[in-house]
């Protein structure tokens, strides 16, 4: 056979030829930017005009934010320095930083208080976002409320040791008792914390105690971007325990409390944020016994609180409804009862299921508190239509003003709905 | 939950109201409707109580008063000696249009980004991930604020517009872009028959062509059914929605009132106040990128094997996204997206910031603080959003019930 081919064959090429690179317009870049970029004739239309819109918004923003003037005392002194030219005065940031931050009437030396509480939030909020921490970290969340409250109010440190005290004494009870019966656990170590209120009460009058007290400020000192996050992070926190009882209480077979959770749910989700802050402003007052006069601090966190809790109660309903119907059947079958079947079984996968939503309506909060600056609280919005823009030195300096705060919530919000992604990755335990 | 099979066994002991499911519910219902009783009563003794101790009462009488104060935006006939009502209405009327303006926006907007997010455009696909990131991700008031601050900062007094070499001039002589407003012609007939008889002529007859363009267009479908040849209905159709119109406003003599500059201020047309634009802008930019992500989702929702059986039947693509895609992905889209309107509808409260007088301005706003009825006027402003919100609801709930998919 070889002998025959090589004789009526005059060349066979032995070894394989290696294959050529592909031509330069099937690879690399410039297919990318064939395919990607200019595909078909409307593609490219496209992609001009694009191009056109970021040329436009690059060439007016960049040289603007490149000559930005840092140093300067007043509005009128940077555009001297700018003489004509296109540049933004960031000094206005600098130079009001700390009302941008604590508001205007924060005491001065006291700036560290709020400084710390901040980055001890970083620390309390760590073993909540992320399950790989010891959960031992978890008490330095559980202390954390009662230390930020201390650090940003300042008084005496009786007032949240006492708080401290009542939810201890109301934790040891419940986790003794709830083996046995998750009512007695649970309305019992309510009870237990409120004797305990009432006794610390007797036993060391707030109003007298001075020792370990720190300077105390008001709440109508508070102000700033610290303003926004507290209402935030308060409201969240306090909101999902009570959206998680809305939600369960409007599954429930009984009429009378589901009745009153759908009332609630369907009312605070028809009106709009404003109408509960007017409450919160000028209609709460009535509503509280005669003689107290609650902060407007504490009447803000209130309606806010009742708000986004009725939405995340909307979620959570959302993840309880999502669960298939043989997770309850499979928890009655195992003979538990109504508070082990949703501590163990429901509540766990439901609140899974909820995340992206929970998130969603965090962001949503978080962003909704700008609100206040409607009743005239001295948020950071509110800080920058009121004194800021206001004052003779800064009148006119819109935009430096209004993007720092929008990058302060971009990077706020953005952070957390890519947290929330990466928990639903995370938490993913189906197969792909 | 549990079923309970085993009948019950021995007399009652008081014990068995905690112990027994049967009794159970009912027990934690009265406690639970006893609480209620009582947080109503003593919300209701301390509203009493301190009303009382300040002197005042719960009475709406200070509706048919005379409101004192004027409202420059408005759509029905107001002066300052209206009454309280008139003004509530007047601003229900701004709270409605705002909505309607940002609701058609919102959708243009988000159906528009939503799709060329999905575009093959590598840098399209990109812009408008920034566009929907950028403002979701910052507060709506922010924005409002900014816009309001384009329209009174930025742009140009009616001032500039004077003189020989003016610094502003108006585009095609009919708009003007100023800082207290926009000016915009305004269309009237000239031998109309006056009232606004000529306008709901010209809606007759859009309603007229609407139906007829319908008859062309399922006439067309019938032929095709039976020949398989479809005959051409777009020249028919654009005859059938311009030729009437066309017709009518020359008969009529249609013509525009141009806004003209007249001492300080622009006389004539339609004047839209810088605080309406930056409200309707503002939430139908803010709103148009939370559609973007809604329509986005629901055209991926629609699975992969929709498109592939679609190609396998040969439709051609253009006809696979209408016939095949679009139709399942609006049963995604609908719901959120409808709640996106009720959200606008909520948010246009923020008027509020800005000083346009929608019902949270006049009602919530400067009719509360001159009467100081705060009680009466913050409970009519929540039924008013209650109202509104419950019956978008409603028609929310009867679409998902017809759209539902039907399964057996």
Redesign the interface.
């Known amino acids: 056979m070889s002998d025959q081919s090589t004789n009526s064959v005059a060349f066979v090429r032995t070894e394989e030829v290696a294959a050529k690179p592909p031509p330069n317009t099937a690879a690399g870049p410039v297919k990318w930017v064939k395919?990607?970029?200019f595909?078909t004739p409307a593609?490219s239309i496209?992609?001009i005009i694009?191009?056109y819109?970021?040329f436009l918004v690059l060439s007016g923003a960049l040289p603007w934010i490149m000559n930005g003037i840092w140093e300067s005392p007043s509005l009128k002194a940077c555009r001297e320095i700018l003489d004509g030219e296109s540049g933004a005065c960031f000094a206005v940031l600098t130079e009001r930083w700390n009302q941008l931050i604590f508001g205007f009437k924060y005491p001065t030396d006291l700036y560290w208080r709020p400084g710390l509480a901040f980055v001890l939030l970083f620390f309390a909020a760590a073993p909540v976002l992320f399950f790989d921490l010891p959960r031992k970290l978890l008490i330095i969340t559980a202390l954390f409320p009662f230390v930020a409250y201390w650090l940003i109010w300042g008084g005496a440190i009786w007032a949240p040791v006492t708080a401290l005290l009542g939810i201890v004494a109301a934790y040891v009870f419940y986790s003794r008792f709830v083996a046995q019966n998750f009512?007695l656990g649970f309305f019992g170590g309510i009870a237990i914390a409120f004797l305990v209120w009432i006794l610390c009460g007797y036993i060391f009058p707030s109003s007298e105690i001075t020792e370990g007290a720190m300077r105390s400020v008001p709440s109508r000192d508070l102000g700033g971007f610290m303003f926004n996050m507290m209402l935030g992070v308060t409201c969240v926190s306090l909101s999902i325990p009570i959206g998680i009882a809305l939600a369960l209480g409007r599954q429930s077979?009984?009429?009378?409390?589901k009745w009153?959770c759908v009332v609630f749910i369907?009312?605070v989700?028809?009106?709009?944020?404003?109408?509960l802050l007017?409450?919160a402003s000028?209609?709460l007052?009535?509503?509280?016994?005669?003689g107290s006069n609650p902060d407007l601090f504490i009447r803000v966190v209130i309606m806010i609180t009742l708000f986004s809790s009725a939405y995340i109660a909307e979620v959570i309903r959302g993840g309880l409804a999502a669960l298939p119907k043989g997770q309850?059947e499979a928890a009655?079958s195992l003979g538990l009862d109504?508070p082990q079947a949703m501590r163990l079984i429901i509540l766990p996968q439901a609140l899974k299921i909820s995340i992206p939503g929970i998130v969603n309506v965090a962001?949503g909060l978080f962003?909704?508190t700008?609100?206040v600056?409607?009743i005239s609280m001295f948020d950071i919005?509110g800080m920058i239509?009121g004194p800021i823009l206001a004052s003779t030195e800064w009148n006119?300096v819109?935009?430096e003003l209004?993007g720092f705060?929008?990058v302060l919530?971009?990077v706020v919000?953005?952070g957390i709905?890519q947290y929330s992604q990466w928990l639903e990755r995370r938490l993913a335990t189906d197969h792909k | 939950m549990t079923i309970m099979t085993d009948p019950p066994r021995g007399e009652f002991r008081l014990s068995m109201l905690l112990s027994d499911t049967r009794y159970r519910s009912l027990t934690l219902q009265a406690i639970a409707a006893l609480v209620l009783a009582l947080s109503i009563f003593l919300l209701a003794r301390n509203v009493a109580t301190n009303l009382a101790a300040q002197g005042l009462d719960i009475s709406f009488d200070f509706l048919g008063t005379p409101a004192g104060y004027d409202i420059n935006q408005r759509l029905i006939e107001y002066t300052s000696q209206s009454s309280n009502l008139r003004a509530a209405i007047v601003g229900i009327l701004n709270t409605l249009l705002v909505a309607f303006l940002a609701c058609v926006t919102a959708t243009v907007f988000g159906v528009l980004a939503g799709v060329l997010r999905l575009s093959n455009n590598w840098l399209v696909s990109k812009l408008m991930a920034f566009y929907v990131e950028i403002f979701r991700n910052i507060p709506v008031l922010i924005w409002i604020l900014i816009i309001f601050t384009i329209m009174t900062a930025v742009l140009p007094g009616p001032r500039a517009f004077r003189g020989d070499e003016p610094e502003a001039s108006m585009l095609f002589n009919a708009f003007a872009f100023t800082n207290r407003g926009i000016y915009t012609p305004l269309p009237f007939f000239q031998r109309g028959f006056g009232g606004g008889l000529d306008f709901l002529l010209v809606l007759l007859l859009l309603v007229g062509s609407f139906f007829g363009a319908r008859a062309v267009t399922a006439r067309a479908t019938r032929i095709q059914e039976a020949t398989g040849e479809r005959p051409a209905t777009l020249l028919t159709n654009l005859a059938i929605w311009f030729g009437p119109l066309v017709a009518v406003s020359l008969i009529l003599g249609l013509s525009f009132e141009l806004p003209e500059l007249k001492g300080f201020n622009f006389k004539g047309g339609i004047t839209i106040r810088g605080s309406l634009i930056a409200l309707w802008f503002a939430l139908s930019i803010y709103t148009g990128a939370f559609i973007a992500e809604n329509v986005r989702a629901g055209i991926q929702a629609v699975s992969k094997g929709q498109t592939e059986a679609a190609a396998a039947l040969g439709l051609r693509p253009g006809r696979t996204m209408s016939l095949v895609v679009l139709p399942q992905a609006l049963r995604i889209i609908i719901p959120p997206l409808i709640s996106n309107y009720l959200n606008i509808t909520k948010n246009s409260s923020l008027a509020i910031a800005v000083g346009y007088m929608d019902v949270t301005g006049t009602l919530g706003g400067v009719t509360l603080n001159q009467t100081g009825r705060a009680i009466e006027c913050v409970l009519l402003l929540m039924l008013f959003y209650l109202v509104i919100s419950l019956s978008i609801s409603a028609g929310m709930n009867v679409y998902n019930n017809t759209m539902k998919l039907k399964e057996r």
């Open positions: 395919d990607n970029l595909a593609n496209l992609t694009a191009l819109v970021v009512a077979s009984m009429p009378l409390i009153i369907e009312f989700r028809g009106v709009p944020l404003i109408t007017f409450v000028v209609m007052a009535y509503l509280f016994p005669p309850y009655d109504y962001v962003k909704d700008t609100l600056s409607v919005v239509r006119g819109y935009w209004f705060a929008s919530f971009f919000c953005y709905s």
